[in-house]
């Protein structure tokens, strides 16, 4: 399960839309260490680019991190939340760009081919 859906928000789901911010304080509650990351990422964004390539302590913190990220639903409520655009590389390597830098130089090389290849190591083969 990727969030834990209280039984109020659950209902309101079923009777119509839920608003980012019920949305976004489920997904803080659920996935606590992913929204420190994605936290400290888009603090430190202001000059346009931050990343985090800190591999996490345990394998229940990697969990939370690829539901996060793996979700349009969550990454979208992240990157409206905290006013970014997140990039994801691999089990932890996740950055965050200023929307004025989305289509820059330093996006378009993160997000490519060659930043994925690049980024590569045989200790993360099955991370």
């Known amino acids: 399960m990727s969030l834990e859906v209280s039984d109020d928000l659950l209902e309101r789901a079923t009777r119509g839309e839920v608003d980012d911010a019920a949305f976004v304080a489920c997904v803080r509650q659920s996935l606590p260490y992913a929204w420190a990351v994605v936290a400290d990422v888009a603090g430190r964004a202001g000059g346009g680019f931050a990343d985090h390539e800190v591999p996490p302590p345990d394998e229940a913190a990697r969990g939370q991190l690829l539901r996060a990220l793996a979700s349009d639903a969550i990454r979208g409520g992240l990157e409206r939340h905290f006013g ?44």
């Open 84 to 127: 970014v655009k997140l990039a994801f590389q691999n089990c932890h390597r996740v950055a965050a760009f200023a929307p004025a830098e989305v289509d820059g130089v330093r996006y378009r090389a993160f997000v490519s081919p060659r930043g994925q290849l690049l980024n590569q190591s045989p200790e993360l083969r099955d991370c």
